[in-house]
Structures are given as structure tokens and as C-alpha cells.
């Protein structure tokens, strides 16, 4: 009996030891990591350096203490913030209520239904339109709202002329397209070249819509880098009204609504 007299003393270090490689190898309050915060380190490398769009690393966007909560992605046809996307379509038959015809120039003159944007955004384009030519910078209407019909034709003929998957590399799947929330407008120079193509990218007028669209409340949805998550090629001239807060928060973070929303990447 005398002999086992370190059996306590023994057992005591075991548990003291258990105790200590439990407390540093169990997951720590903030190890779970946010999706939002993975996601902005995943695309940390890919993310190109338009100003302000720097990742880093942000506090919770939702700002609540822990800062691992899942934002809920905004799904409301009728929601300022709502994403619509590959992967979220609006109802079938979708039109918003209030679309009006901002007052601002077009490529083209008819007043017809890519005319058209919901009154908050085109309230908001027509301030971002006077704030531009203030700068010497004269923007143009190019395609705002366009209904689900409008749509399927557009659709089905890009899918004739290049077939579907390359179509859907650029052309929505009808009920996808942000073009139909009236929240969405594709923009260019006064003059209408390189409307809605590749070649607007690096004109004066794209320049100063990736700087300074934001403070209207408007984001490049389609930003360059960000291809693998919003399902889209890059494009410098399709803006989307998100509102100035939302359009803030998501310049100052670098951050796509996919990424924003925590919304599972959208792939081609
Ligand atoms: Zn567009």
C-alpha cells in the first residue's frame, strides 16, 4: 500500500492535462467563422482592385455581437435589397407596381417598357445622371425594366444563335433576370457605344460608374473577379439600385449580394 502512494498525485496530472488540451483544441466562440467571413477569404485572392472594394476583414455585417449570424437572404420580389439571381427567381408573372419613366436620355427615344425603372431607382438615376455631368460625364439610358415575356424571347434567341449554356453565361433564364425588378438598368455613353458590351469597360463612363455609382445607391452588380459567384461575366454597365446604405455597405466590404447574403456561390 505504501508503494502506491503516487496514484492520486497521478490521476490529479491526467486530468489537469485532459483539461488543458481540451481548452486549447475545443473550437473557440468565434472559430465556427461566419460563411460571410470564408467567403470574403476565399475570394480574398480574386477580388479585383476597384477602389474602395478591398476584402478585409469586416466586422459581422449584421453587427450583432458574436457576429456569426446568417443574414437571410432578401427574397421579396418588392424588396429595395431583394436578390435575384441564378439560384432566386421571382414569382412567375412578377411586375412591380410602381415603375415610372425616369427623366434622364436614352440611346433610343420610344417611351417602351426598357424605358422603365421603379420610381425609388429611377429617382436615384436621375440624380446619379445630373451628379455625372457635373463630373463631364454624360451617361445614357440603355435597358431598364423588361417584363418576363420580354424575357423568354430575348432568352430563347440568344439560345438559338450561341445555344443554352453559353446563353446563360450572359442572358438570365426568364424569372431570373434583375432587369425584371425594375431595380436594374444597363447603362453607356451618350453617344451608345459599346451599349451593353464588353468594350464599355474602361471608358470614362464606366470609370466614373464603379467609383461613384455607390453614392446613388446603385452597385456594379456583375463586378470583375466575382464571375464564379454572381454566375456572370463581368459587366461595367449593368447597375443595380440596392439603395445608398445597402450600396455602401457592399463597396466598403467588397462585397457581391450573393456574398452579403451568404447565398451559396452561383456557378455557370
Ligand atoms: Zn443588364
Not at 476597384?50 to 457576429?67: L, M, R, T
Not at 454624360?138 to 431598364?144: D, I, K, N, P, W
Amino acid at each position: 500500500m505504501r508503494g502506491k502512494w503516487w496514484v492520486p498525485l497521478l490521476l490529479l496530472v491526467v486530468i489537469a492535462a485532459g483539461w488543458a488540451i481540451g481548452r486549447y483544441t475545443a473550437p473557440s466562440p468565434s472559430a465556427g467563422g461566419s460563411a460571410a467571413t470564408e467567403q470574403q477569404e476565399l475570394n480574398g485572392g480574386t477580388s479585383t482592385a476597384a477602389p474602395g472594394s478591398e476584402v478585409s476583414p469586416a466586422p459581422s455585417p449584421s453587427g450583432a455581437p458574436g457576429g456569426n449570424e446568417v443574414r437571410q437572404a432578401d427574397t421579396e420580389p418588392d424588396s429595395i435589397g431583394v436578390i435575384v439571381n441564378k439560384q432566386y427567381g421571382l414569382e412567375e408573372g412578377y411586375k412591380p407596381e410602381d415603375l415610372v419613366y425616369p427623366n434622364v436620355p436614352f440611346i433610343f427615344k420610344e417611351k417602351i417598357e426598357k424605358r422603365m425603372l421603379r420610381k425609388e431607382a429611377a429617382a436615384a438615376l436621375e440624380e446619379m445622371f445630373a451628379g455625372a455631368e457635373k463630373d463631364g460625364v454624360y451617361l445614357a439610358g440603355v435597358s431598364g425594366y423588361r417584363s418576363e415575356a420580354t424575357q423568354t424571347v430575348l432568352f430563347d434567341n440568344y439560345v438559338k444563335r450561341d445555344g443554352e449554356e453559353k446563353a446563360r453565361t450572359y442572358s438570365a433564364v426568364p424569372g431570373h433576370s434583375e432587369h425584371q425588378t425594375g431595380l436594374a438598368i444597363d447603362l453607356s455613353g451618350r453617344d451608345g457605344k459599346c451599349a451593353a458590351e464588353s468594350c464599355f469597360a474602361g471608358t470614362k463612363e464606366a470609370d466614373w460608374l464603379a467609383q461613384h455609382a455607390p453614392e446613388y445607391g446603385f452597385i456594379i452588380r456583375y463586378p470583375e473577379g466575382k464571375e464564379a459567384i454572381t454566375g456572370y461575366m463581368y459587366e461595367a454597365w449593368h447597375v443595380r439600385y440596392v439603395g445608398k446604405e445597402l450600396a455602401r455597405t457592399l463597396t466598403e466590404q467588397g462585397l457581391t449580394l450573393e456574398e452579403y447574403y451568404n447565398a451559396v456561390p452561383v456557378s455557370k
